[in-house]
């Protein structure tokens, strides 16, 4: 396959399709099914909280060290193909779970997989794409993530058994690792790291850049999964009718969920491409401003205007801004890092703030719960106030990048 084309971004990125359907329909969708059906009512949010809070070592530890390991050895593929497999084993382990204790520790699992695929997967784009297409490139790994996202709403609306749901996950994740594998292979001239685990990992923090990019990925992603992780509470607590425009949408709370997602999904397929290219002509912060600003104003909206006629509007224009941010974030990125033997380790570290912000999310439930004790409500107030603070600040550091315009 020929590198540059259009076929061959669509390929490189492939992975990332099976890891936003992945990370789409679990958090979203199946985990808090899940829970509510195997924890009691007044202990669900926290029992969610916990799943995401316990894996806080391996989002810290496992995509850093998988990419150190990447970057050691010289190889990208075995590890994206072991990655792919236990990411199977994780999720039929989901599926037939028979208690809350089985759930947690196949989450685990699927946490310790997906750390090991993408980790040094996530060093791709910058090992092969020239920085002046580095905004393509991110594109199309922005229009298959949203994609994915897409799919992943018509499976969650349409398709009612769960463990169907879990089933193509798995098929999804090891057809794509294999595409990858077949078609783009291990890097041309990849030079093994020579340098030792601490100062491979304590080196990119010696970069301004990064740190400010670090933190801003941070901060959106901590913002997107804060309500993504409650949004089903948030609709059968608040919302609960899903009536709009003259129709029943959704007879259950998680399908209401799923329709949402999907019409962000497809706000986000309109806008990934143009804004990634756009990036590349125009700049990668002028795109990130925008996208930033309007999530932040989405939320308040959402806030304010609790009927679910009103959320399918929303659910649209925030997929515009989200499809948008993460079109340009993976080249932003890309564009900072310094050592080409240590891109793995430097993506890895990166990994960590897309990933901890989900296990930084769950820790919100308790909180949740005992501010809707207090009053009703006022925890889902406090949680998308908490959403918009986060896309503004984090919108704000991308000023302080001083490697990219």
Known sequence: MTPNTTPWFATLSSYWFAASFKWFLIPLVLLPALVDRLVPEGERAARLGLIYGITVVLALVGPPLFGYLSDRVGRRMPFLGIGAVLTAVALVWMAYAPNYTH????????QLSDDLSTGPYS???????????????SGWMGALQV?????????????????WQLFAIALVSLAAAALVIRNVGEVPGLKPNPHGLASSLLSPWGNPDFRWVWGTRFLVMLAVFAVQSYLQFYLEDVVRSFEAFGRVFASEPFQAVAFLGLLIALGAAASAIPAGRASDRQGRKRVIYLAGAGMAAVMLLILLLPRYDLLLVLSVAFGVFYGAY???????????LRDPRSHATDMGLWQISIVLPQVAAGALGGALERLNAQAPNSGYTFLFLLAALCFVLGTWLVSRVRAAR
Do not use: E, K, T
């Open 103 to 110: 759930l947690l520790l196949a989450y685990v699992l699927l």
């Open 123 to 137: 060093a791709l784009i910058p090992d092969l794409v020239a920085r002046s297409r580095r905004g393509v490139a």
């Open 147 to 163: 994609s994915a996202q897409l799919v992943a709403g018509v499976v969650g609306f349409l398709v009612f058994n769960l463990q």
């Open 326 to 336: 993460v079109a340009v974030d993976w080249a932003l990125v890309s564009d900072v």
